[in-house]
């Protein structure tokens, strides 16, 4: 099957071929003429699978369909200085008249979102998309809404402040998306997702996309979608085919580091990801790395946009090697020279793994994913591998095999919950299992009880003591 044969309007059709897509994804198949007949969608579908063609290229075919005049940025802006003197901004702001909304859970994957409707619809002057997101300054903001864009791409709390200052009106909305809808309440958007959905026409078209359906998902979308249709497109998307997984064992934190500098000295690595559980962690390792010369740098939700801006610039620019990550990286960031994924960290929720190594293999190339567990973290591996159907191969590296078995022994009689035998006096009772950022002896970081050792590491060939012995 073609695009063409989707029913797409001439110009999408030329701005899809120009960006060298010619056939549809299975999910674009399924999804794209049912939203063409005006049905609302329920999609089940992973990061990777095409999902945001899915939903951009039947508005885009619409707006081509329409009047040019649909959508189209005022010749002046409408907010300013064309305004008579004397009134308030609130009285000078005609407020923004969106013919179709995008909610997304991150930032990262609103500026995806904006920059591939850009793509698609490049052949549709007449048509702008915008992202409206936490960390960009209001005045620019301001800017984007006065454009009257015809598509806007929003984070939902961000979202709420415009509503609550009149700035964005609904009433000729004709299309809600809600991309990624799980992550999205995961994150506790919930309430700002009823607000805004009350806000919308009755008579939108609502397509609502989520890795699952189950639950809490499935619920909200039964209630905010009028006799939608289902499409279920997870299973290949989910396998990951193109990307080899494999999984380390370490016994502690000081293992772990180790591991994971000799791994990132592969010379096969182009650019990579490594996910940690948490912010404070991507800062500590991105600094380290940095240290021991890698060209690393951090990116988490406590980063100014600006910050976070440059910082994935940087990445595609091929100026960084390595992105220490958190889980706010894991959907939206479309790099196709990242080659590896490592979780220093595994993720909360099995899903996220998906969505982490799906950071790799992109546009058709082959990726190596490659998680460093914990022996007590078995149980999470095992959930991962039975939502993806696929088992994980151990794999060990001469040198740095792990002391401990694969999975813990039962306690002492008389131990401390969570300890190994031997109790905390034993240098090897705490290895910090499920609480990042703490070592074999309990103390954060790569200093403490270690640093006699450390300093009597060997060096690596340019004369520096590798990231995993600082």
Same mark, same amino acid.
């Given at each position: 099957?073609?695009?063409?044969e989707?029913?797409? *309007?001439?110009?999408v059709?030329?701005?899809?071929?120009?960006?060298?897509?010619n056939e549809?994804? =299975?999910?674009?198949a399924?999804?794209?003429?049912?939203?063409?007949?005006?049905?609302?969608?329920?999609?089940?579908? #992973?990061?990777?699978? !095409?999902k945001?063609a899915?939903?951009?290229?039947p508005a885009?075919?619409?707006?081509?369909s #329409?009047? =040019?005049?649909?959508?189209?940025?005022? /010749? +002046?802006?409408?907010f300013?200085?064309h305004a008579?003197r004397?009134?308030?901004?609130?009285?000078r702001?005609?407020p923004?008249q969106?013919?179709?909304?995008v909610?997304a859970?991150? $930032?990262?994957?609103?500026l995806?979102?904006t920059a591939?409707a850009?793509?698609?619809?490049?052949?549709? %002057? *007449?048509?702008?998309?915008v992202?409206?997101?936490?960390?960009?300054?209001?005045?620019?903001?301001?800017?984007?809404?006065?454009?009257?864009?015809?598509?806007?791409?929003?984070?939902?709390?961000r979202?709420?402040?415009h509503?609550? /200052?009149?700035?964005?009106?609904?009433?000729?909305?004709e299309t809600?998306?809600?991309?990624e809808?799980?992550?999205?309440? @995961?994150?506790?958007?919930?309430?700002?997702?009823?607000?805004?959905?009350? &806000?919308?026409?009755?008579?939108?078209?609502?397509?609502l996309?989520?890795?699952?359906?189950?639950?809490?998902?499935?619920?909200?979308?039964r209630?905010? +979608?009028?006799?939608?249709?289902?499409v279920?497109? +997870?299973?290949? &998307?989910?396998?990951h @085919?193109?990307?080899?997984?494999?999984?380390?064992?370490v016994d502690?934190?000081?293992?772990?580091?180790?591991?994971?500098?000799?791994l990132?000295r @592969?010379?096969?690595i182009d650019?990579?990801?490594?996910?940690?559980a948490?912010?404070r962690?991507?800062?500590?390792?991105?600094?380290?790395?940095?240290?021991?010369?890698? &060209?690393?740098?951090?990116?988490?939700g406590?980063?100014?946009?600006?910050a976070?801006?440059?910082?994935?610039?940087?990445?595609r620019? !091929?100026?960084?090697?390595?992105l220490? &990550?958190? @889980?706010v990286a894991? $959907?939206?960031?479309?790099?196709?020279t990242?080659?590896h994924v490592?979780?220093y960290?595994?993720?909360?929720?099995?899903?996220d793994?998906?969505?982490?190594?799906g950071?790799t293999?992109?546009?058709?190339?082959?990726?190596?994913?490659?998680?460093?567990v914990?022996h007590g973290?078995?149980f999470?591996?095992?959930?991962i591998?039975r939502?993806?159907?696929?088992?994980?191969p151990?794999?060990?590296?001469p040198?740095?095999?792990?002391? $401990?078995?694969?999975s813990?022994? /039962?306690?002492?009689?008389?131990?401390?919950p969570?300890?190994?035998?031997g109790? $905390?006096?034993?240098?090897?009772?705490?290895s910090?299992? !499920?609480k990042?950022?703490?070592?074999?002896?309990?103390?954060?970081?790569w200093g403490?009880?270690?640093?006699?050792?450390? %300093?009597?590491?060997?060096r690596d +060939?340019?004369?520096?003591?590798?990231?995993?012995?600082?």
């Amino acid at each position: 099957m073609t695009f063409a044969e989707l029913g797409l *309007h001439a110009a999408v059709l030329k701005a899809l071929a120009d960006a060298g897509y010619n056939e549809p994804t =299975p999910v674009q198949a399924q999804a794209i003429p049912a939203a063409l007949a005006g049905r609302d969608l329920m999609v089940s579908s #992973q990061t990777g699978s !095409g999902k945001t063609a899915a939903f951009l290229l039947p508005a885009l075919h619409r707006f081509a369909s #329409q009047a =040019p005049t649909a959508g189209a940025a005022p /010749s +002046t802006p409408n907010f300013g200085r064309h305004a008579p003197r004397g009134r308030s901004d609130r009285q000078r702001f005609s407020p923004a008249q969106p013919k179709m909304l995008v909610l997304a859970p991150t $930032r990262e994957l609103a500026l995806q979102v904006t920059a591939a409707a850009d793509k698609y619809g490049a052949t549709l %002057r *007449h048509v702008r998309a915008v992202a409206i997101l936490g960390g960009m300054p209001y005045p620019k903001q301001m800017q984007l809404l006065a454009q009257n864009p015809a598509i806007l791409v929003a984070t939902p709390g961000r979202l709420i402040d415009h509503m609550e /200052s009149g700035k964005i009106d609904f009433s000729c909305l004709e299309t809600l998306v809600l991309d990624e809808a799980d992550r999205m309440l @995961d994150m506790g958007f919930i309430d700002d997702i009823e607000r805004i959905v009350a &806000a919308t026409p009755a008579t939108r078209q609502t397509m609502l996309f989520s890795a699952t359906l189950d639950g809490v998902v499935g619920d909200m979308a039964r209630r905010i +979608t009028r006799d939608a249709q289902l499409v279920q497109a +997870t299973a290949v &998307a989910a396998r990951h @085919d193109n990307i080899e997984q494999r999984l380390h064992f370490v016994d502690d934190l000081a293992h772990k580091n180790r591991l994971l500098d000799h791994l990132l000295r @592969d010379t096969s690595i182009d650019q990579a990801i490594v996910f940690t559980a948490t912010k404070r962690d991507a800062d500590t390792i991105a600094d380290r790395l940095n240290v021991a010369g890698f &060209a690393a740098a951090a990116l988490h939700g406590d980063m100014q946009q600006g910050a976070r801006n440059r910082t994935l610039n940087a990445l595609r620019r !091929g100026q960084l090697r390595v992105l220490v &990550a958190t @889980d706010v990286a894991a $959907r939206g960031i479309d790099v196709p020279t990242i080659t590896h994924v490592f979780n220093y960290d595994l993720p909360k929720f099995a899903e996220d793994y998906i969505h982490r190594i799906g950071r790799t293999g992109r546009a058709g190339r082959n990726g190596l994913a490659v998680s460093l567990v914990n022996h007590g973290e078995r149980f999470n591996v095992r959930k991962i591998e039975r939502l993806t159907q696929q088992e994980i191969p151990v794999n060990v590296i001469p040198g740095f095999e792990p002391v $401990r078995r694969s999975s813990p022994p /039962s306690r002492a009689p008389g131990s401390k919950p969570g300890g190994w035998k031997g109790g $905390r006096g034993n240098g090897e009772a705490r290895s910090g299992y !499920g609480k990042p950022g703490h070592s074999a002896e309990g103390r954060t970081g790569w200093g403490g009880a270690r640093d006699a050792q450390n %300093r009597a590491a060997p060096r690596d +060939t340019a004369g520096r003591r590798s990231f995993g012995d600082r």
